[in-house]
């Protein structure tokens, strides 16, 4: 089952962790597991200390009894837990359906090493299936929609979504994604874009789980 696999994946990640670590923790169902193992070895004796990606994180953080610092003061992470919603070999991925891609990628920026954690199912050959969210300005809505088009996106408001800064998301369909650098870089140069999910050098190692064992795969 799925959850086999992203549980055993958060597993596999979490024997990384270190006493004295300060963690970063991501946001989404995979995890999760991540985050409900580590609360059983903090309540085990285990010392460290946690940042979060989101509310969602604080919130299973808390709850799991991990000790969570604000990030505003914290320039550096030892090691952050993540997923992801595709990943290729090279560990290029996209992120944010859960519409913390932003908080997500300032941490992974933080860290000394990212691992993502994932179930078979987003492992991929090219990226670029999944829709790639765009954090976005309310102001630019339209100005940024427009310009979103221009660089061959379907673009579509999350709904009533807003993010944890209060802005909204545009899920944005590419047709092909043939250089996600280039278009990393043209969607960062929007005015109003103020991230994205394209995580192109972040991620130092994945934990792959499929079907009961556990790939790794490096950078």
Not at 15 to 39: D, H, K, N, Q, Y
Not at 156 to 167: E, K, L, V
Not at 174 to 181: C, G
């Amino acid at each position: 089952m799925i959850d086999d696999d992203k549980r055993a994946a958060a597993l596999a990640a979490v024997a990384e962790v270190r006493p004295g670590m300060l963690l970063g923790l991501g946001t989404g169902s995979t995890a999760a597991f991540a985050i409900e193992r580590i609360g059983v070895l903090v309540r085990e004796g285990l010392d460290i200390r946690a940042v979060v990606t989101s509310r969602w994180s604080e919130a299973a953080a808390l709850a799991a009894g991990i000790p969570v610092v604000d990030f505003a003061g914290i320039a550096a992470v030892d090691l952050t837990i993540d997923g992801a919603d595709e990943i290729d070999q090279g560990l290029v991925a996209i992120k944010g359906a859960g519409g913390a891609m932003l908080r997500e990628k300032i941490v992974a920026a933080a860290s000394r090493r990212m691992i993502v954690i994932a179930d078979a199912s987003k492992r991929v050959e090219r990226i670029g299936r999944a829709r790639l969210p765009v954090e976005i300005l309310p102001f630019a809505r339209a100005f940024v929609a427009t310009r979103l088009a221009a660089l061959g996106a379907a673009a579509a408001i999350r709904g009533d979504f807003r993010t944890d800064q209060g802005n909204l998301i545009f899920d944005c369909k590419f047709s092909e994604m043939p250089d996600p650098v280039r278009l990393a870089a043209a969607i960062s140069a929007i005015p109003g874009v103020l991230g994205h999910g394209l995580f192109l050098d972040e991620v130092d190692c994945a934990y792959i789980g499929d079907g009961g064992r556990v790939i790794r795969l490096d950078r």
